[in-house]
């Protein structure tokens, strides 16, 4: 597992694809998993403020994030209860436009399949954003439509809005998701974690 650990935090696969964009920065994977954690957090990539702490979801998504599962920094952060696994283990950067880049799908090919064995089996898993709905669901349904069929997967899986600010408006217009699925989310997890 150490070793595992290791590669993903040497790999340097988008090092040119990095310095492309208009942050021009280089790869600091941010790995955050160890075997046995009951929770799966399945994000997306880490944004540039995760990329400057090397700590997932230190941002305000995931402040939203964690009060989207009931819990504090304290559990978020422990390791041996939850793992983060994005898509990409790296800040994708940002384009012309300032606008995020997606996941490289190289990361995920490399890594993934990989991580996820080496994680054994969650008790719970959370997936946040359509990339990881994507590939843990193989679905290519829209977000809004994978997030309503919640219930389809629950209670081992719950599949999430990204916590960005930018969904505010699909939340107001969504207000199922704080009524019925963002309870049933808080109270999985609690039993998962207990």
């Not at 283990?89 to 080496?118: E, N, Q």
């Amino acid at each position: 597992m150490t070793d595992l650990v290791d590669e993903i935090r040497a790999c340097t696969l988008c090092a040119d694809r990095f310095a492309a964009t208009a942050t021009a920065h280089r790869p600091r994977p941010v790995v955050w998993f160890r075997p046995g954690a009951r929770l799966l957090i399945a994000g997306q990539a880490p944004g540039a403020r995760v990329h400057q702490s090397g700590q997932p979801f230190t941002d305000p998504s995931g402040d939203r994030l964690r009060d989207w599962l009931g819990i504090g920094e304290d559990i978020f952060y422990d390791r041996d209860r939850v793992a983060v696994i994005p898509m990409a283990f790296c800040f994708p950067g940002y384009d012309a436009k300032g606008s995020d880049l997606p996941p490289p799908s190289i990361c995920t090919a490399t890594w993934h399949a990989r991580v996820m064995a080496a994680l054994g089996a969650p008790a719970l898993t959370v997936l946040v954003g359509g990339h990881a709905h994507r590939w843990h669901l193989g679905t290519r349904a829209p977000v809004t439509q994978t997030v309503l069929d919640w219930r389809a997967h629950a209670p081992a899986i719950f599949p999430l809005p990204h916590p960005s600010w930018r969904n505010t408006g699909w939340i107001r217009k969504n207000p199922w998701f704080e009524t019925d699925l963002l309870p049933a989310l808080r109270a999985r997890v609690r039993e998962v974690l207990a």
